[in-house]
């Protein structure tokens, strides 16, 4: 069976800083471009950052640049997100996902995998 598997999520104070981690099993993703996807009750999903399938291309929400990290470890078929600087906007369930276009992942929000997500909560 086909999983990502995310973790990492807590509650975190404000200026804190986490580290997502999503494990993927049942196929190689290494082919694939990986991304980072958030939401909250009443939003619509939201992308966060995408990474391409080496890891040498990544892109930012406006949002996040500048205080989140993608990269991924294609031999541990895992991919993180290093989020810094939190605040208490950044409050939402976190999910990743992968899929072979990183524009379809960017611009349609759109994957061929999604995990189920991990909760990430930023007191003031």
């Known amino acids: 069976q086909v999983q990502l598997v995310e973790s990492g999520g807590r509650l975190v104070q404000a200026g804190g800083s986490l580290r997502l981690s999503c494990a993927a099993s049942?196929?190689?993703?290494?082919?694939?471009?990986m991304g980072w996807f958030r939401r909250t009750p009443g939003k619509e999903r939201e992308f966060v950052a995408t990474?391409?399938?080496?890891?040498?291309?990544?892109y930012y929400a406006d949002s996040v640049r500048g205080r989140f990290t993608i990269s991924r470890d294609n031999a541990k078929n895992t991919v993180y997100l290093q989020m810094n600087s939190l605040k208490p906007e950044d409050t939402a369930i976190y999910y990743c996902?992968?899929?072979?276009?990183?524009?379809?992942?960017?611009?349609?929000?759109?994957?061929?995998?999604w995990g189920q997500g991990t909760r990430v909560t930023v007191s003031s």
């Open positions: 990474i391409s399938r080496s890891g040498g291309d990544t």
């Open positions: 049942g196929r190689s993703f290494s082919g694939d471009a």
């Open positions: 996902a992968a899929d072979s276009s990183v524009t379809q992942l960017r611009v349609g929000l759109r994957a061929d995998y």
